[in-house]
T-cell receptor, first 111, second 114 residues
Framework: TQLLEQSPQFLSIQEGENLTVYCNSS?????LQWYRQEPGEGPVLLVT?????EVKKLKRLTFQFGDARKDSSLHITAAQPGDTGLYLC???????????FGTGTRLQVTL | ETGVTQSPTHLIKTRGQQVTLRCSSQ?????VSWYQQALGQGPQFIFQ???????GRGNFPPRFSGLQFPNYSSELNVNALELDDSALYLC?????????????FGAGTRLSVL
């Protein structure tokens, strides 16, 4: 059973469109991270959200942590082909800083 | 470039064989975590090594074992390979094993078990 469910699983959009990816859980987390993984590479950390209700912006990417710290969203404005990749949310659990990853959202942005 | 290197990049084995994957951590990092990523899924935590000691383990059988060396590089060993072991194996290094330490991932080793 996946602790973190992401939706949608796949998203294919055209350049310039907006999109939102969701990461949901029934558990409460002290923090949550978002990663992007491109083909042939490992995941790269985009952001860490810590406080319930927190909003962080990274250029055209906006990340929000739910008030109850059980869910998060990633919104991309005016998507570009360079945004193509696998987006993963992850929660840090346990004292060993084990990362529990979500199911992933594969984004394809075409011209 | 994260400074984390893994070798080999690709590997093909047959069922029942044994495999060793290697990871060199980023300079100054003393902690290495290993993850298994099946096709189309998110990575799953295998285990973590902190200063040469296992510091946490995920839900993987004992035939998955590891080592960390004094220079903090690490190995992942898998015995009696099964078809379901086919996956991308990722290692991540960090400075310390606590929850506030950012993990930097290598590009992974793609293992195919036939």
């Amino acid at each position: 059973t996946q602790l973190l469910e992401q939706s949608p699983q796949f998203l294919s959009i055209q350049e310039g469109e907006n999109l939102t990816v969701y990461c949901n859980s029934s558990s409460v987390f002290s923090s949550l991270q978002w990663y992007r993984q491109e083909p042939g590479e490992g995941p790269v950390l985009l952001v860490t959200v810590v406080t319930g209700g927190e909003v962080k912006k990274l250029k055209r990417l906006t990340f929000q942590f739910g008030d109850a710290r059980k869910d998060s969203s990633l919104h991309i404005t005016a998507a570009q082909p360079g945004d193509t990749g696998l987006y993963l949310c992850a929660a840090i659990t346990g004292t060993a800083s084990k990362l529990t990853f979500g199911t992933g959202t594969r984004l394809q942005v075409t011209l | 470039e994260t400074g984390v290197t893994q070798s080999p990049t690709h590997l093909i084995k047959t069922r029942g064989q044994q495999v060793t994957l290697r990871c060199s951590s980023q300079s100054g990092h003393n902690t290495v975590s290993w993850y298994q990523q099946a096709l189309g899924q998110g990575p799953q935590f295998i285990f973590q090594y902190y200063r040469e000691e296992e510091n946490g383990r995920g839900n993987f059988p004992p035939r998955f074992s590891g080592l960390q060396f004094p220079n903090y590089s690490s190995e992942l060993n898998v015995n009696a390979l099964e078809l379901d072991d086919s996956a991308l194996y990722l290692c991540a290094s960090s400075l310390g094993g606590g929850p506030k330490n950012i993990q930097y991932f290598g590009a992974g080793t793609r293992l195919s078990v036939l």
